[in-house]
C-alpha cells in the first residue's frame, strides 16, 4: 500500500533556529512530491519536487529529493514565529489522468519567539 | 482574482440531515477534488472529478455524494448516512495531468462542519 511518512510529527523551536522536516515516502510509479504549508485554512503550496538532487529554494525555505533512498526534507532557517503552521507532503504516482495525491500526517511547527 | 471558494465557513446541521458544502473555482481547472481533514488524521479523499460529468471514489466514499455538472462547480452532500460528520472539509483543483508537467492542486479555505 501506499504511504507518506513524515517526521517528526510536532517540532518546537525558538526564533532564528533551523529545522529540517523529513519525508519519506512509498509511492508506485511516483512521479513527483510536493510540500505545502497549512496555516489555520487551506493548505498552501511550497515545492514540488521531480528531479532527485536539484534543490528549490524559496526564501528561507528549501527542499530536495532523493529518490533512491525515497525520501525528501524541506529546511527553514532563522525561523520565524510566521512559520508555525503544519507542513505537509504528499507524493504523486504516475496514474494516467489519476492525480490522488498520497498524503502525510504532517509535521507540526511552532516556533517561540 | 483566481481563486477557489468554499461555502459556508462554518456549518451547523443536526443528525440525520443532509447537507451540501460549496465549492466553485474560477481557475479553469479541469480537476477538482473534495478531502475531510482530522485532528491526527491527515487530508483524506472523500470524491475526485477530472472532467465534467465525471468522478471518482475516493478513500471515504461513503455517506457522501458529488455532481460535476459544470467547470466551475463541485458541490459535495454530506448525507445521514455518514456516520461521523464532523470535520474540516477541503476543496481542490488542478489542471491535469495528461500531456503536461505534473500541477500542484491549489485549496478553497474550508468548511467546518458541525453535527449537533
Known amino acids: 500500500e501506499d504511504k507518506v511518512v513524515q517526521s517528526p510529527l510536532s517540532l518546537v523551536v525558538h526564533e532564528g533556529d533551523t529545522v529540517t522536516l523529513n519525508c519519506s515516502y512509498e509511492?508506485?510509479?511516483?512521479?513527483?512530491l510536493l510540500w505545502y504549508k497549512q496555516e489555520k485554512k487551506a493548505p498552501t503550496f511550497l515545492f514540488m519536487l521531480?528531479?532527485s538532487g536539484i534543490e528549490k529554494k524559496s526564501g528561507r525555505l528549501s527542499s530536495i529529493l532523493d529518490k533512491k533512498e525515497l525520501f525528501s526534507i524541506l529546511n527553514i532557517t532563522a525561523t520565524q514565529t510566521g512559520d508555525s503552521a503544519v507542513y505537509l507532503c504528499?507524493?504523486?504516482?504516475?496514474?494516467?489522468?489519476?492525480?490522488?495525491?498520497?498524503w502525510g500526517l504532517g509535521t507540526s511547527l511552532a516556533v517561540n519567539p | 482574482d483566481g481563486g477557489i471558494t468554499q461555502s459556508p465557513k462554518y456549518l451547523f446541521r443536526k443528525e440525520g440531515q443532509n447537507v451540501t458544502l460549496s465549492c466553485e473555482q474560477n481557475?479553469?481547472?479541469?480537476?477538482m477534488y473534495w478531502y475531510r481533514q482530522d485532528p491526527g488524521q491527515g487530508l483524506r479523499l472523500i470524491y475526485y472529478?477530472?472532467?465534467?460529468?465525471?468522478?471518482q471514489k475516493g478513500d471515504i466514499a461513503e455517506g457522501y455524494s458529488v455532481s460535476r455538472e459544470k467547470k466551475e462547480s463541485f458541490p459535495l452532500t454530506v448525507t445521514s448516512a455518514q456516520k461521523n460528520p464532523t470535520a474540516f472539509y477541503l476543496c481542490?483543483?488542478?489542471?491535469?495531468?495528461?500531456?503536461?508537467?505534473?500541477?500542484?492542486?491549489?485549496f478553497g479555505p474550508g468548511t467546518r462542519l458541525t453535527v449537533l
Open positions: 509511492v508506485t510509479n511516483f512521479r513527483s
Open positions: 481542490a483543483s488542478s489542471t491535469p495531468l495528461a500531456g503536461g508537467s505534473p500541477h500542484e492542486q491549489f
Open positions: 472529478s477530472q472532467i465534467v460529468n465525471d468522478f
Open positions: 504528499a507524493g504523486l504516482p504516475y496514474a494516467g489522468n489519476n492525480r490522488k495525491l498520497i
Open positions: 521531480t528531479s
Open positions: 481557475l479553469n481547472h479541469d480537476a
